[in-house]
């Protein structure tokens, strides 16, 4: 059972960790003890009254030292002992010889806080550096994804579950072809350097197969069969065999070209499609996670596995994420409600939703965020003109209106692009038709309007 104090527990907690982080705090405990010593012998002074409050300065030198600059230890050093010296009592007064030990043991505190500072001082600035590391790590793993990408707006964001880490065991990268884009998101198991590396692997294998490989399934294929070389050097290394032995990633790879979808699922949480209506996660068919499919699937390279989604319209978006989000307990251990709070963040803009996904997490957890969390949010802002589809294959209409395919009335021998006795079949209208009227017969195109490579406007 909870205790039931736990609410106001966690909320001094939190209030503690935003006073450790104010370094004024710091600072003005120190003055004000040395204040109120001064103001304490200076009233028992002008009262006639022996107080003694000098004893009291010796803490003042270490609680600078905890936050403090070495020169903000010294002044404070400083004026601690002036206040000490100054309310030392006389040698015919009451407690004279305790006032030479008070006084040296403040100037052996002084010293030692000052020192401790310099030591913070030099650890502080090797973790600064040791953070430039960390980050340019980061972007080299994590590289940052594109805002604006073959019709897309896109947005991601990664959060560590330990504190003061920025990288860790999930993955995500965006890889843009000129006629479409890939993405891939994963979850390496374990924690730790070891997932680090195989992170590192996977995304390795993907930028350079999503660049390459035509199909989706054979990108997966080389992003499973990095994971098994990466558990091979685990096994035959320095590193725990048994480690090794059981490595593999989850993923979840997707392509989008204009208004298809294509994913592949890998022992992870498929992808939420988000429209003005409903969100809902995307039909999938669930295969062995990276580092072992390869081994277990018959025909990988085929289209084992790819689902294509239809569905997919301009104003959608779709949510790729790590388990670190939907299995994300509060202190009494319920679930995120993942698509609850999907539904109140539905008019966040994309470029928001990941950090707004995130933040909802964090107060679900209560800042404490046990597990590495990812998300890709990707939205479908327009579709890209290809060839033979937004301008089609027909021929566009003259300026007298003429909406006629080529050939396709004149039928003479020897015409470009004529059918009639050559034996040619005439070309087929393809493509959608567009909404201003273009490419439909019977009216003009406007001046201007371009057709398809290689084809002239009919006179």
Request: glycine share 12%; net charge negative; hydrophobic share 40%.
């Amino acid at each position: 059972m909870r205790p039931p104090r736990a609410g106001p527990v966690r909320a001094a907690a939190r209030l503690w960790g935003r006073l450790w982080g104010r370094l004024w705090v710091w600072l003005l405990l120190p003055w004000l003890l040395v204040l109120a010593v001064a103001v304490v012998e200076v009233t028992g002074g002008l009262q006639g009254r022996v107080v003694h409050a000098g004893p009291l300065l010796s803490p003042v030198p270490a609680l600078a030292a905890i936050r403090g600059r070495p020169r903000d230890v010294l002044a404070v050093s400083a004026a601690a002992l002036a206040v000490g010296l100054a309310a030392a009592p006389g040698p015919d007064m009451v407690g004279a010889d305790n006032s030479p030990t008070a006084l040296a043991s403040l100037a052996v505190v002084s010293v030692a806080s000052l020192v401790a500072a310099v030591a913070r001082q030099r650890r502080e600035g090797q973790l600064v550096r040791i953070r430039r590391v960390a980050e340019a790590a980061q972007l080299a793993l994590l590289s940052p994804v594109p805002r604006r990408a073959g019709g897309l707006r896109l947005a991601a964001r990664y959060s560590a579950a330990e504190s003061d880490t920025l990288i860790g065991g999930d993955l995500y990268e965006v890889v843009v072809r000129p006629d479409r884009t890939r993405l891939i998101i994963g979850d390496v198991r374990g924690k730790g350097l070891p997932a680090v590396r195989t992170a590192a692997a996977v995304l390795g294998a993907f930028r350079e197969a999503a660049h390459y490989e035509s199909a989706l399934t054979t990108v997966a294929g080389r992003c499973s069969r990095a994971v098994a070389r990466c558990a091979r050097e685990m096994g035959s290394g320095d590193g725990d065999g048994a480690e090794g032995d059981e490595l593999f990633v989850t993923a979840a790879l997707v392509e989008v070209q204009g208004r298809e979808l294509r994913v592949v699922d890998l022992g992870h949480p498929p992808p939420l499609l988000l429209t003005p209506d409903d969100c809902v996660p995307l039909a999938v068919e669930p295969l062995p996670p990276l580092g072992l499919v390869h081994g277990f699937t018959v025909g990988w390279d085929d289209d084992c596995g790819l689902t294509v989604h239809t569905r997919w319209r301009p104003g959608d978006r779709l949510l790729l994420y790590t388990d670190g989000i939907d299995e994300a307990r509060d202190e009494n251990g319920r679930f995120f409600p993942l698509t609850g709070a999907l539904e109140e963040l539905r008019e966040v803009p994309t470029e928001r939703l990941p950090d707004e996904l995130l933040e909802a997490v964090a107060r679900h957890t209560g800042r404490s965020l046990r597990d590495d969390a990812a998300v890709v949010a990707v939205e479908f802002v327009e579709a890209e003109v290809e060839v033979g589809e937004e301008t089609g294959e027909e021929v566009g209409e003259g300026a007298g209106g003429i909406g006629v395919e080529a050939g396709e009335e004149t039928g003479e021998e020897g015409e470009p692009g004529g059918a009639g006795e050559t034996g040619e079949a005439p070309r087929r209208e393809t493509g959608r038709r567009r909404p201003d009227g273009i490419g439909e017969p019977g009216k003009a195109a406007p001046s201007g309007s371009h057709t398809g490579p290689g084809e002239r406007p009919t006179p």
